[in-house]
């Protein structure tokens, strides 16, 4: 790495350095050594994402939204259209475009509350390209000071290790993480909070399949009466009417089958339908709850029955407005700490807010304020909605009082 680049990422290094009396405690017992993290990544990437509709929606709807939003670069205030950092974001790899690396980037962070990304610099200590890297493969390790020593990367019994500064914590590989109030080290899965609301809605999704397989019908008995002269079935007479049952009459190819059984037989049903156990209100409320924990409007995810907003189109806009805008602003908040200085020191990443379809309805109350703003210059104007300065465009709009006019219109009548 170039002398002015760790100048500029470190400058204190050189200096008296003061640090946590605390952090160090959190490392105590596990110095050196890499820790897991505390659930494990395919369990909840399975459970979750894999087998549940409403965590698969609320992931894509979330990362599919904000991978779409265009990166801006500024010097100063000035806006640069191009540069090897915006390069670099739009084009992170060969295999990968920056929409799909942005994508993967907030899926594994929205999965498992964890992300890592690898930066690969070149001979001149610049980024050239940018991978992200599963949660499930890499391990902390902690050092004495509080902050990680490094990262160990181990896939098919193959490792690498990410060492960090043992003072201001920079690494090539970045790690974010959503807050944890037990863990010192890893993010909390928005899964984990979800965890029993995802239960539910597997279980309820498993029991309709069950039942669908075995016709419809829920779990019973069959009662068979002795008569007076003859005594009660033996055990072997029980499984091998239970077998015949079962082999002719049960599962889903069975289903309308008529059965016939000889003697006084009564079938009486032990388990509840699934409108006596209102399956239908069960999965809906566990999906509200699951969609409250990814800030995803019901509405977005197909629960009927909810209210909270008047439309699709509001609803969109909360989405944005309370999920997607505060994640990106995270996400360009921490690249510009780590990715932006290793190109230059004036730089400041930041996006197009207005190529977001969903804001539209708060662009344009915005615009109509500043439109109706008389105070204002036109240049005044067009730079608070990005536009640059005209010719002569320092002066008041101010526009004609319709009460003013017709008084001197009355006058010149009379």
């Given at each position: ?5 760790k ?7 050189n ?15 596990t ?35 904000l ?22 974001l739009?084009?992170p ?20 509350g ?28 902690p ?16 490792r690498?290790i990410?060492?960090c500064?043992?003072?201001?914590g ?5 790690h ?68 015949d ?5 049960s599962?889903?190819?069975?289903a ?6 000889e003697?006084?037989?009564?079938w ?22 699951i969609?409250?924990?990814?800030g ?12 909270t907003?008047?439309?699709y ?10 999920t997607?805008?505060p ?29 977001i ?15 109706a ?20 465009g ?12 017709q ?5 010149k009548?009379?």
């Amino acid at each position: 790495m170039k002398d002015s680049l760790k100048t500029f990422l470190f400058p204190w290094r050189n200096s008296a350095t003061k640090r946590s009396a605390v952090a160090p405690l959190a490392a105590y017992g596990t110095v050196g050594n890499p820790i897991w993290t505390p659930r494990r990544y395919d369990s909840l990437a399975a459970e979750g994402y894999q087998k549940n509709v409403i965590v698969y929606r609320c992931v894509n709807l979330i990362a599919r939204g904000l991978s779409s939003v265009p990166w801006l670069l500024y010097r100063g205030s000035t806006e640069i259209e191009s540069h090897p950092l915006l390069t670099l974001l739009n084009s992170p790899s060969p295999r990968q475009a920056g929409s799909a690396f942005m994508e993967s980037v907030v899926g594994y962070l929205l999965l498992s509350g964890n992300t890592y990304i690898e930066s690969v610099i070149n001979e001149e200590g610049s980024p050239i390209e940018l991978h992200s890297l599963r949660p499930d493969r890499i391990k902390i390790i902690p050092s004495a000071t509080g902050i990680p020593a490094g990262y160990e990367y181990n896939v098919s019994g193959q490792r690498k290790i990410y060492t960090c500064d043992p003072i201001t914590g920079y690494s090539t590989l970045l790690h974010l993480k959503n807050f944890h109030p037990l863990n010192d080290w890893y993010g909390m899965s928005p899964i984990e909070a979800a965890a029993q609301s995802i239960d539910q809605h597997n279980a309820v999704a498993g029991h309709n399949l069950a039942l669908l397989q075995n016709g419809g019908r829920p779990s019973g008995g069959l009662i068979v009466r002795p008569t007076p002269h003859s005594r009660g079935m033996s055990e072997e007479q029980r499984d091998s009417l239970r077998s015949d049952l079962r082999e002719i009459y049960s599962g889903q190819k069975n289903a309308g089958q008529i059965i016939i059984l000889e003697g006084d037989c009564d079938w009486r049903e032990m388990g509840l339908s699934p409108k006596d156990l209102d399956f239908i209100e069960g999965k809906n409320l566990s999906s509200r709850e699951i969609a409250q924990a990814y800030g995803v409007p019901p509405m977005l995810v197909g629960v009927p029955g909810d209210a909270t907003f008047a439309n699709y189109k509001e609803a969109r806009f909360h989405l944005w407005e309370d999920t997607i805008l505060p994640l990106l602003e995270f996400l360009v908040a921490e690249f510009n700490l780590w990715l932006v200085p290793a190109f230059e020191e004036n730089l400041c990443l930041s996006y197009n807010i207005d190529a977001i379809p969903a804001l539209t309805s708060r662009r344009e109350a915005v615009w109509s304020k500043i439109t109706a703003a008389d105070f204002l210059t036109i240049n005044e104007k067009r730079h608070a909605v990005g536009y640059g300065p005209i010719v002569d465009g320092d002066v008041l709009s101010i526009p004609l009082n319709p009460n003013f006019t017709q008084g001197k219109n009355h006058e010149k009548n009379s």
